[in-house]
């Protein structure tokens, strides 16, 4: 069964714009939501993540949004540059060891 | 890639046969982790190991065993590969320092069974 889901499956967006990347998850016994970022090749890399304490969490130009009574969170990218082009994953667990991956978004920024 | 190695990185391999994937860390994470990537599935959890020989399933566990027999080293062996197990397997660790709860992901192995 499919408990995270990740909309949209490719985005493409213009250097400067902003990136948003959705997940939804089923299991209410989920506290912490990570997003991670992978570049062909190589393995997936932590970017940030959240517990349900906090509704919102940034770092630099990315902001996770979590939205506990809707059982969503999402990922925004600010001034999306380049760089950024690569595959976003979300996830979720009870604790951080077992995680279930969305199925990843293929972001593309045109500069 | 935080101190994780994988080997072999590529594999070929026939339908039937054994197949056995290695994972090395060097930074002492008490948690170690195998996920296999397919297109459309993003990575999904095979099994687990939270200590030398504690190891537990994740959700796509069937066909696949692991061994843990020093806190350095996670195996994952493919009894007899079949064409449904070509994949890009990767091997992820945690459980250390201020940031225990990150998990680390190696490079990956491309396994192709044919």
């Known amino acids: 069964q499919q408990q995270v889901k990740q909309s949209p499956q490719s985005l493409i967006v213009q250097k400067g714009g902003i990136s948003i990347i959705n997940c939804a998850y089923e299991n209410t016994a989920f506290d912490y939501f990570p997003w991670y970022q992978q570049f062909p090749g190589k393995g997936p890399a932590l970017l940030i993540a959240i517990r349900p304490d906090v509704s919102e969490k940034k770092e630099g130009r990315f902001t996770i949004s979590f939205n506990k009574s809707a059982k969503q969170f999402s990922l925004h990218i600010m001034d999306s540059q380049p760089g950024d082009s690569a595959t976003y994953f979300c996830?979720?667990?009870?604790?951080?060891?077992?995680?279930?991956f969305g199925q990843g978004t293929r972001l593309t920024i045109n500069p | 890639d935080a101190g994780i190695t994988q080997s072999p990185r590529h594999k070929v391999t026939e339908t039937g046969t054994p197949v056995t994937l290695r994972c090395h860390q060097t930074?002492?994470?008490?948690?170690m982790y195998w996920y296999r990537q397919d297109p459309g599935h993003g990575l999904r959890l095979i099994h687990y190991?939270?200590?030398?020989?504690?190891?537990d399933k994740g959700e796509v566990s069937d066909g696949y065993s692991v061994s843990r027999s020093k806190t350095e080293d996670f195996l994952l062996t493919l009894e007899s590969a079949t064409s449904s197990q070509t994949s890009v397997y990767f091997c992820?660790?945690?459980?250390?320092?201020?940031?225990?709860?990150?998990?680390?992901f190696g490079p990956g192995t491309r396994l192709t069974v044919l």
């Open positions: 996830a979720a667990s009870k604790g951080a060891q077992k995680l279930v």
């Open positions: 930074e002492n994470h008490r948690y």
């Open positions: 992820a660790i945690s459980g250390r320092g201020r940031l225990s709860d990150t998990q680390y």
């Open positions: 190991s939270y200590g030398v020989k504690d190891t």
